[in-house]
C-alpha cells in the first residue's frame, strides 16, 4: 500500500508541476535551456542507454514541459529526434577514430540498446551503414 501512494503522490507532483509549467513554458527562456542542454551533452549523459525525457529534464535541471517547448523550436522538434542525432554524430566521430571497434563496441558507447538497432538508425540518418561511412574519406 505504502508503495502504490508513494506512487500516487509522485505522479500528483508531476501532474502539478507540468500544469503549473504550462503557462512558464511560453517564458522566453530559450537560451538559458539550450545551455542547460549543452552542458548535459558535454558530460555525455545523451550516451547512456534508456535516457528518457523526464531524466534529461533532471539531469538538465529544467522542467520536462520547458525542454519540451525548447525542442520543439529547434530542427529536432522531439527528444527522440534530438538525442538520435546527437548519438549518431558520436557513433560518426567513434568510427572515425576507432577503426577497430566493432559496430556492437560504437552501438554500446553511444547509448544504442542493439547492434542491429545502431545499424538501422545509422542507414537511416547518415545514408550509409557504419562499415561504409568508415571506409569513406
Request: hydrophobic share 35%; proline share 1%; net charge negative.
Amino acid at each position: 500500500i505504502r508503495t502504490n501512494a508513494a506512487e500516487c503522490m509522485r505522479e500528483a507532483e508531476e501532474t502539478m508541476d507540468e500544469d503549473s509549467c504550462t503557462e512558464e513554458a511560453e517564458l522566453d527562456d530559450a537560451p538559458v535551456i539550450a545551455a542547460a542542454a549543452e552542458r548535459w551533452l558535454a558530460d555525455g549523459k545523451h550516451l547512456h542507454n534508456g535516457i528518457t525525457i523526464k531524466t534529461a529534464a533532471e539531469e538538465m535541471g529544467v522542467a520536462r514541459c520547458r525542454l519540451t517547448a525548447w525542442l520543439k523550436q529547434t530542427d529536432y522538434e522531439q527528444f527522440t529526434a534530438w538525442i538520435t542525432y546527437h548519438r549518431i554524430e558520436a557513433a560518426k566521430r567513434l568510427l572515425k577514430q576507432h577503426s577497430d571497434w566493432s559496430n556492437e563496441a560504437v552501438a554500446q558507447a553511444c547509448g544504442f540498446s542493439t547492434r542491429n538497432y545502431f545499424q538501422t538508425v545509422f542507414k537511416k540518418e547518415v545514408g550509409m551503414t557504419p562499415s561504409e561511412y568508415q571506409q569513406k574519406d
